[in-house]
């Protein structure tokens, strides 16, 4: 990629790191929320919470973050999938799919299974912060007509409907 074009192409997934494929948000910036590795306890949002109108306590939500292989006609690459366009791979939000997982603790390697070898216009581009290595896919659109998101095969593999 030259400059900081995007740049548009054919693709197919090889494989997804399906063991953090998501963080916790402020659900009313969606800034990335730090975590206490020691306790597990999920910070608040320090730029919310100095908000004055803000009065309630904002809370949190998951957000799609996947690392994921694809290869193109001349190279593999890795590159970063954020909520909005994982979104079309999963067709579900970050918390649907986590809960769906807590039901079905093997969805994560599955999900893998299923979305590898499906094709995709993609458009990446250069990360927008500095410290990031990785191509970020900025679209991603299907390129076989009878592409199913991910979380309708997890029901359909798993008997389930609702989710559940």
């Known amino acids: 990629m030259e400059d900081d074009k995007s740049t548009a192409v054919t693709c197919t997934i090889l494989a997804i790191d399906h063991s953090n494929c998501y963080y916790r948000a402020c659900a009313v910036c969606e800034r990335p929320l730090p975590d206490d590795s020691t306790t597990g306890v999920l910070s608040s949002c320090k730029f919310c919470d100095f908000r004055a ?71 990446l581009s250069k990360p927008q912060n500095g410290n990031a290595q990785h191509l970020r896919v900025v679209s991603a659109v299907p390129l076989r007509s009878r592409f199913q998101p991910a979380i309708e095969a997890l029901r359909e593999h798993y008997g389930s409907r609702d989710g559940s």
């Open 53 to 123: 109108f803000n009065s309630v306590s904002s809370g949190s939500i998951r957000l799609f973050r996947i690392l994921m292989s694809i290869a193109t006609d001349t190279k593999v690459l890795t590159v970063i999938c954020f909520d909005k366009v994982a979104r079309v791979l999963f067709g579900c939000s970050a918390d649907e799919f986590f809960d769906f997982a807590k039901l079905h603790p093997f969805s994560g390697e599955t999900v893998d299974k299923i979305l590898e070898g499906e094709m995709f216009q993609m458009t």
